[in-house]
């Protein structure tokens, strides 16, 4: 997939937005931070509420990484 999550993952780490507490607070569902976590695509809607919880924008999580055939 052409979306790498790298930048999203650090930014959870750094703020301290664990998978614990992501699940407790409801931010996303488990399905979702698994789909992150395995490199795999989510929704917008998941990326807006991720985006809420840091305060940042798409940009500051999501880097495009152009793939190789």
């Known amino acids: 997939m052409p ?4 930048k999203l993952i ?10 614990y507490k992501v699940k407790k607070e ?3 569902s488990q ?3 698994t789909a992150i976590k395995q490199g795999k ?6 990326i807006a509420k991720l985006c809420k919880a840091l305060n ?4 500051d999580i999501l880097e ?6």
């Open 3 to 6: 979306i790498k999550y790298d």
């Open 10 to 19: 650090a930014m959870m780490e750094e703020r301290g937005l664990t998978s």
């Open 26 to 28: 409801n931010i996303i």
């Open 31 to 33: 399905g979702a931070l």
């Open 41 to 46: 695509s989510v929704t917008i809607d998941t």
């Open 56 to 59: 940042c924008q798409p940009g």
């Open 64 to 69: 495009y990484e152009e793939e190789t055939t």
